[in-house]
């Protein structure tokens, strides 16, 4: 029985775990929706409303708490929220704070400006993949064959999650000078732990959707199997694995987002300009959604990345972008603000919350692998319902650094496909 629903624009899909479990209706729908819209709802066996929302739960306490040191109702949207496990929490140090920060935007927090024109901060904690010994691994052949010495590259591949110094913090004791996290002695220390756990084991379910979502785009495209000349009929057989194959060192990146109210956060300026606003990369000269940071979120001037900019909508926190991506996990919270640019109205339209879904946008890389017939969604960020915080979680499913993106569509199929769209996935990526 097909399991699919109509949400306002765009579809929900309900999809099975593993390539045993793809069907063409699903693929169909799915593949549509993303060609209409932009975006997909989809639901999974690994979906469960009660894991998102202890995600979004403990994102704001480690936002909230340990980054921000926010207190009372302020620090949580006005939104009644609990602490059901009694954590106690403290504010790290500027040492601490100072040693998780990620120059790259990648594997830890840093901070980015915002696009409302006056104090907006917006404060990202990434997670990369975190069960391989050595990182460096998971990139160094690009790196290597893309002619760069090991002293320019190295030490940021080698980066790893910053889990050491979060699980060494030591919390301020309930009732001592300083402390805001509320007294009594049954207070729990084992928050970071806990958050470790869950951001782990989120990645984890993450990539596993991704891939699954992946074979329903394979199969809602058509692809077959390689058959050398005078080899057998693939007959009626998919290649589901086409996409996954490109993702197998799991090389994705996990961020959670939290956008305070608007004047709570200082601004900082670390925006950077893109040379060239129209290329390759970035056809439409929209900005393009990297790991933010001095070296890969860039603000395009002219797009209101500079103070007193007439006619800037105050109420937008993030600008138009694409996602450097294959495809894009979302999980927003009851607040919502994510908007996508609709072709038909020449505007933007408000996307529905699902608490129970995954949102799924596709990304540049699967752009350029179907010669657009399916587009990266041009999206962006409005101010939450009240003026309140928000908080997102996003998983950007990410192609192996050397693998090579080509149009599926060969230049004989279609002439308008230049040869030269051939790239290594890791020439898109913010350089380290």
Not at 299 to 326: F, I, P, Q, W, Y
Not at 336 to 364: I, R
Request: charged share 25%.
């Amino acid at each position: 029985m097909l399991r699919i629903s109509r949400i306002g624009r765009g579809t929900l899909v309900k999809i099975g775990r593993g390539p045993n479990n793809v069907t063409e209706s699903a693929s169909n729908a799915l593949l549509e929706s993303l060609q209409d819209h932009g975006y997909c709802y989809v639901q999974h066996p690994f979906i469960q409303k009660t894991i998102l929302d202890q995600l979004h739960r403990d994102s704001r306490i480690f936002f909230e708490k340990y980054i921000l040191n926010e207190s009372g109702t302020g620090a949580v949207g006005g939104l009644k929220r609990s602490n059901p496990h009694n954590y106690n929490c403290t504010r790290l140090s500027p040492y601490e704070l100072e040693s998780i920060k990620a120059p790259s935007g990648f594997r830890g927090y840093y901070r980015y400006v915002g696009a409302s024109g006056i104090d907006d901060a917006i404060d990202c904690f990434s997670v990369g993949r975190d069960d391989v010994a050595d990182t460096a691994a998971l990139r160094h052949n690009y790196y290597k064959q893309a002619g760069w010495e090991e002293s320019e590259y190295l030490p940021m591949i080698s980066r790893r999650n910053p889990w050491d110094v979060l699980l060494n913090h030591v919390n301020t004791p309930p009732g001592s000078a300083g402390h805001h996290g509320g007294h009594g002695a049954d207070r729990s220390d084992n928050f970071m732990s806990d958050f470790k756990d869950m951001m782990v084991a989120y990645y984890d379910l993450c990539y596993n959707v991704s891939m699954d979502v992946m074979r329903h785009i394979s199969c809602g495209l058509g692809i077959r199997p390689s058959i050398p000349q005078g080899g057998p009929d693939p007959a009626t057989d998919y290649e589901l694995e086409y996409f996954t194959a490109f993702h197998e060192k799991r090389d994705c990146d996990l961020q959670a987002k939290y956008y305070p109210k608007l004047g709570d956060g200082t601004r900082l300026r670390n925006g950077v300009d893109i040379e060239n606003a129209r290329s390759v990369q970035n056809p439409d000269g929209v900005k393009v959604l990297r790991r933010k940071g001095a070296k890969a979120q860039p603000l395009l001037k002219g797009a209101g990345a500079e103070d007193g900019d007439a006619g800037r909508d105050a109420t937008v926190r993030l600008d138009t972008h694409k996602d450097l991506s294959t495809i894009t996990l979302l999980s927003q919270d009851a607040l919502g603000g994510l908007e996508v640019w609709d072709e038909e109205k020449g505007g933007y339209t408000a996307v529905p919350v699902l608490e129970d879904a995954l949102l799924v946008n596709a990304g540049l890389f699967l752009e350029k692998w179907t010669g657009g017939l399916i587009e990266a969604t041009p999206h962006r960020v409005r101010n939450a319902k009240g003026g309140n915080s928000r908080c997102s979680i996003i998983f950007f499913a990410l192609p192996d650094h050397d693998a090579r993106i080509e149009p599926l569509l060969q230049q004989e199929d279609n002439p308008a496909v230049d040869a030269q769209d051939s790239f290594l996935a890791g020439d898109m990526m913010p350089s380290p």
